[in-house]
C-alpha cells in the first residue's frame, strides 16, 4: 500500500522552471534514498538526482548546476527544483524511493506513475 505521488509536471519555455514533487504515502517504516530518473521519447531511462536519508545528494552531470534535489523528512516529500530547462530535458519524471513498509519485511525500490515534463518554445 506504499504509493509514491508526484505532482509539478507540465509544460515549460525553454529557460523556465519547474519544481517536481514526490510523497510517499502508506504504512511507512522508513525511507531511504529517494530520487529521479528521467525517460524521453525513444531513450533509455536515465538517473537524474538522488538524495539520502541524511541529505548527500549526487546529480546528474547532464543536469548538474540547473538542477537541485532536496527533501522534506516530515513529510516524507522529495522535490526536484529543475532551473534553465532546455528542450532536451523533456521527459517522463520517474519518483524512486527505497521504502520499507510496516508490514513487509525488507526495503524494496518503489516508483511513482511519473509525471510529463515538456520543454518546448
Known amino acids: 500500500q506504499v504509493q509514491l505521488v508526484e505532482s509539478g509536471g507540465g509544460l515549460v519555455q525553454p529557460g523556465g522552471s519547474l519544481r517536481l514533487s514526490c510523497a510517499a504515502s502508506g504504512t511507512i517504516f522508513s525511507i531511504n534514498t529517494m530520487g529521479w530518473y528521467r525517460q524521453g521519447p525513444g531513450k533509455e531511462r536515465e538517473f537524474v538526482a538522488r538524495i539520502t536519508s541524511g541529505g548527500t545528494t549526487n546529480v546528474a552531470d547532464s543536469v548538474k548546476g540547473r538542477f537541485t534535489i532536496s527533501r522534506d523528512n516530515a513529510k516524507n516529500t522529495v522535490y526536484l527544483q529543475m532551473n534553465s530547462l532546455k528542450p532536451e530535458d523533456t521527459a517522463v519524471y520517474y519518483c524512486?524511493?527505497?521504502?520499507?513498509?510496516?508490514?513487509?519485511?525488507?526495503?524494496?525500490?518503489?516508483w511513482g506513475q511519473g509525471t510529463l515534463v515538456t520543454v518546448s518554445s
Open positions: 524512486n524511493a527505497i521504502i520499507k513498509a510496516y508490514d513487509d519485511t525488507v526495503s524494496r525500490n518503489f
